[in-house]
């Protein structure tokens, strides 16, 4: 049974739809005491699992206690925040009976990083550097359980469901083929002149700027959103990285604001930002503590809400692991005796002093979900959109393929997900990416 259902997950292609895109029949081929759905919708703006909950919640469960069998898990915990209200009275009428409970988060950033939901969910510890699976917990994400369910029935991943939001007419939560282009997506949104805006993929603390529109979304794609040029959250992203190490050589004041905010120091981890922007001016003879930029989650709380001078310790942290990395040089064991700071409960980042502090508040709003199929022509499936080794085509070009279809799979004995046809149609292209076009004539 349980050998049955990891095939199935793996055969559908399912990856962890809310961050990277982990192999999601990996992760549950694991054993767990306990399996905890992050439902907290860490980033500001996005409204994909909310609704999802709220909508489905019956196929949410099942995805949850499929995977509890995969892993032998004898609990489930839904977090989720206090203000999903339609979302909890949904989940909690589908739970009756079963070892699954719901874990009400307040309304704080990042409550959706996984070592805090773990941690506020049981009061167990992910140790620095550490998975989840370190305190016996998986976790996995609100669509990617949908998915799950789906994958046991034989559904293959081909969609994705993502918010459309900010200076768009009609901001919006749709499902979306895979491969779909990114101005294709904001075009249903009402957006068609893009001239003096940019768009940010993801969420306004850890997304990024997209540079080509016609980039495809994949099935880790769960936001866009769309800000003038010269707004202060793109302004701050366009910096170039010398003005940045720059200003953090000649601005930053040492007032530790950053450290004291940062959401894993406060869970007892190796890194306090202040310290590695303090390095900046002197390199030499300071590897220990560049070392603890290996700790960072870049969740973005340090430079977007705690720096009084608006300096970016994230970026400069992100720059010192990609370094480090080139290196070799590998994070140390964690501390052992890793315990919570005393004010962790009191320095969790309100999400509308965040929203105001980025100058968000008039986008914070409804984006509702439509189940609405909308037309696609053409579809750019990336071969590389999980974690590990890019998917091998095993299709020809001039094929027709339906939508399900199996186009490319995992190489042998290497980490990966099945990726199938989005929409029906005729491959046109395959380099990096599988392009499917409309068959000539069809209206589908």
Do not use: W
């Amino acid at each position: 049974m349980r050998k049955q259902l990891i095939q199935k997950i793996q055969k559908a292609g399912v990856v962890g739809a809310g961050g990277a895109g982990f192999p999601t029949h990996v992760k549950v081929a694991s054993n767990a005491q306990t399996v905890i759905v992050n439902g907290a919708e860490c980033e500001p703006l996005l409204r994909v699992d909310q609704q999802l909950m709220e909508v489905k919640a019956a196929r949410m469960v099942q995805g949850l206690e499929i995977v509890m069998t995969a892993t032998g898990a004898t609990k489930g915990i839904i977090a989720l925040k206090s203000k999903y209200k339609s979302a909890i009275a949904s989940l909690e009428k589908e739970i009756v009976g079963k070892p699954i409970r719901i874990n009400i988060l307040g309304d704080f950033y990042p409550a959706g990083d996984e070592h805090l939901t773990v941690y506020e969910s049981t009061g167990r510890l992910v140790p620095q550097g550490g998975i989840p699976l370190k305190v016996d917990c998986v976790v996995s994400n609100v669509e990617t359980l949908i998915n799950i369910a789906n994958a046991v029935e034989g559904k293959p991943v081909t969609d994705t469901y993502l918010t459309i939001t900010g200076e768009v007419p009609k901001p919006l939560t749709l499902k979306l083929p895979i491969g779909t282009s990114v101005l294709k997506a904001l075009k249903i949104a009402g957006r068609t002149n893009l001239e003096g805006m940019k768009v940010i993929e993801g969420g306004p603390m850890m997304g990024k700027i997209i540079e080509d529109l016609n980039q495809p979304i994949t099935k880790t794609t769960k936001g866009l959103i769309v800000l003038s040029l010269n707004h202060p959250l793109i302004q701050k992203r366009m910096l170039p990285f010398e003005k940045i190490t720059k200003q953090a050589q000649v601005s930053c004041i040492q007032c530790r604001y950053c450290t004291d905010l940062c959401p894993r120091y406060l869970l007892g981890h190796n890194i306090e930002p202040h310290k590695i922007m303090r390095t900046i001016k002197h390199l030499q003879g300071q590897e220990e503590t560049m070392k603890m930029a290996l700790a960072c989650s870049e969740c973005g709380v340090c430079e977007q809400y705690a720096c009084i001078m608006g300096l970016s310790p994230r970026t400069i942290n992100s720059m010192i692991k990609r370094e480090l990395a080139k290196m070799g040089i590998k994070p140390d064991a964690p501390p052992a005796n890793q315990t919570v700071n005393a004010m962790q409960e009191h320095r969790k980042v309100p999400v509308k002093r965040l929203i105001s502090r980025l100058e968000l508040k008039k986008y914070d709003v409804s984006a509702p979900l439509t189940e609405e199929e909308f037309p696609v022509n053409q579809v750019e499936i990336m071969l590389r959109q999980h974690v590990g080794t890019p998917s091998q085509a095993i299709v020809q070009v001039g094929q027709q393929v339906q939508k399900g279809d199996l186009i490319a799979v995992v190489p042998d004995k290497a980490l990966g997900a099945n990726i199938h046809a989005s929409i029906s149609g005729v491959i046109k292209e395959i380099t990096d990416s599988i392009v499917i076009c409309l068959m000539e004539g069809s209206d589908k």
